[in-house]
């Protein structure tokens, strides 16, 4: 491998043992001569199988490949920055370790990144193996997020995507804690382009998302590039306002007109209806504070354990302070 080969691609994996190996041939099959260069970068999340020891033995075998392994598990979005900050080369690539989406892609986002885009997205036309509740909240997320944000973000695109020079600078200079990656991507700009594909079954394993992981995933995506949350709550307070000041002016009316109802229920309604509604704006509220208050903290976005060249650092690059 040259000292700057012209594509790294980057691979988060957390506990995939048994895709190390298949997803490193796959994309050295695909890639050869098609690229002039290849970084093969696996980024260990923490793993606790044999995933870091498949991962250091093709290093060993192959020049190509090298490893970045976290001190624990820092999350997905954690592992492709990592991979990202460490890639040597030109142009990077992220991909998945489960195999579902297809290496044999990858020659096609090369060839729109030669014809002069700076990112292009693998944008998915079918999803295998995947259950149907997923799908269609899978959907919905992308679309009400289109929807209620400034930032273009593609529907139906994960983070499978190929960046450019220009867009790797813009996005290892941007600062956040709470990272939502294809957000960011599509926030920095650049030309951009699709490539459709049919996105497979996960090879081997069991999914690194279940619905708790990816509800969280889903408000960080929210909070990180909208504030509609927050004017919601602007406007259910002037809209709870409203009907708290119209039945004010029922009560009154009804009192003048001497129709005393027993009050209990209605009171005791008003009372859960409003409680309920500011508990939900605190909530919301809490939210957006506490990404503030991961950003003041300053911690590193990841610590490094060990690398297969030792040539990655404990502590990763600062990033510049907002």
Known sequence: MSERPELSVVIPAFNEQDNVEPMAERL??????????????????????????????????????????FARN????AAVTAGVDAARGTAVVIIDADLQDPPEVIPELVARWREGYEVVYAQRE???????????TAAAFY????????????VDTGDFRLMGPDALA????????????????????????????????RHAGETKYPLRKMVRFAV??????SFLPLRLATWTGFGVSLLAFLYILVVITLKILGINWPGYTSLMAAILFLGGVQLIMIGILGEYLGRVFDEVKRRP?????????RSVGVVPPARPVT
Request: glycine share 8%.
């Open 301 to 309: 976005l990841y610590l490094v354990r060990d690398s297969t060249d």
């Open 143 to 154: 679309r009400i997020l289109r929807a209620i944000t400034n930032v273009d973000i593609p």
């Open 74 to 77: 820092f999350g997905h979005q």
């Open 28 to 69: 050295v099959a695909a890639l050869e001569g098609v690229v002039d260069g290849l970084e093969v970068l696996f980024v260990d999340d923490g793993s606790s199988d044999a995933t870091w020891e498949r991962v250091a033995e093709l290093a060993r075998r192959d020049p190509r490949v090298r490893g970045i392994r």
């Open 126 to 136: 079918h999803r295998e193996g995947e259950t149907a509740f997923k799908k269609a």
């Open 220 to 225: 960080d995506g929210i909070t990180s590039f």
């Open 170 to 201: 813009a996005f290892r200079a941007l600062p956040e804690r709470n990272r939502f990656i294809r957000g960011l991507v599509s926030w920095v700009g650049f030309p951009q382009a699709a490539v459709r594909y049919q996105r497979h079954a």
